[in-house]
């Protein structure tokens, strides 16, 4: 665990932003310039590199794609750790392998993933440990002397799971967060089309929160919107998806294609970035409609993948 010895959350960050910010790209510039601000630069760099975050060619440092943006302020801040966390479980090598021992050791105790070390583990893990908490990762119990993973980061956790052996009480834990954030999301939105027909009294009563009764339906709430000079009032169907604010994730499942594929440009998919603990970056929602022209058949804006077959046995007439 050497690796994370004296290792910050500030440090990776304050390197990426000085590349970020750094037109001259070359390895001395930048290691000036970050040595002005912090300290550990090898640590910091090595960490990176390790990672492929960070990539040096020809004497110049290259962060990758999805760390080329300005970091500033709290939330950019999350988000910054969610995308370094996300590479740190998801990536497998030797500097990882300590992660994964590590994060092995929580166990669901009480609908959480919790670890509770004897000293001498406690003292062993400490630089490692620390670093976690630096990112979020984790939360320390100081009356029980208990970690606990926190819940904002399941989506993330749940990666490193899927690629363990993953315990029947433990999906439990991840499906009920899952199904919890799905519903708050539903009614930040449910609050957010009320909000956008409020010039029209009339259809704000006939919005319906659908999937609370009817699971099935394919879409999560009935909502209304204004057509042509006549201002003829159209049903909205709405399915509403917690998603990342880094890739916009989510699962669509065939009942809900098939709704999508009868309703076309009435059907909208509301894509929802979570950003905390059941906390939502409604200013980022992203609206679309007519999915299926625009999500399941634009291979050029969105990646898909099979992840489940459905068999049926063929039987001779």
Do not use: C
């Amino acid at each position: 665990m050497r690796a994370f010895k004296n290792l910050k959350y500030q440090q990776l960050k304050t390197l990426i932003d000085v590349i970020n910010s750094t037109e001259e790209s070359r390895v001395e510039v930048i290691k000036r310039r970050y040595r002005n601000l912090s300290d550990n630069y090898i640590g910091a760099s090595r960490f990176l590199k390790e990672l492929k975050i960070l990539t040096e060619r020809k004497d110049r440092l290259v962060v990758k794609t999805a760390f080329r943006f300005s970091m500033k302020g709290l939330f950019e801040d999350e988000a910054l750790k969610a995308l370094i966390l996300n590479e740190l479980l998801t990536t497998r090598n030797k500097l990882t392998n300590d992660v994964w021992s590590y994060l092995n050791n929580f166990t669901v105790i009480r609908n959480a993933f919790k670890y509770k070390p004897l000293t001498s583990a406690r003292i062993k893990e400490s630089s490692l440990r620390n670093f976690l908490m630096d990112l979020g990762l984790i939360d320390y119990n100081r009356s029980t002397g208990t970690y606990k993973i926190r819940e904002e980061h399941y989506s993330t956790f749940e990666v490193f799971l899927q690629n363990n052996k993953l315990a029947p009480q433990e999906l439990s834990v991840i499906l009920k967060w899952k199904e919890e954030l799905g519903r708050a999301a539903e009614i930040v939105v449910l609050d957010f089309e009320k909000k956008r027909l409020a010039g029209y009294p009339e259809l704000v009563k006939k919005v319906r929160y659908t999937a609370e009764d009817d699971t099935k339906a394919g879409y999560d709430i009935l909502s209304w919107e204004i057509s042509g000079e006549n201002e003829k009032s159209l049903e909205r169907y709405i399915e509403v998806k917690a998603v990342s604010k880094f890739n916009y994730r989510f699962y669509w499942s065939r009942n809900e294609m098939n709704m999508a594929k009868k309703y076309r440009e009435q059907y909208h998919l509301y894509l929802l970035p979570v950003v905390g603990k059941k906390n939502f970056d409604i200013k980022s929602l992203e609206i679309i409609p007519n999915p299926k022209d625009f999500v399941f058949d634009n291979t050029e804006l969105w990646y898909k993948e099979v992840e489940s077959y459905s068999f049926s046995k063929v039987v001779n007439q």
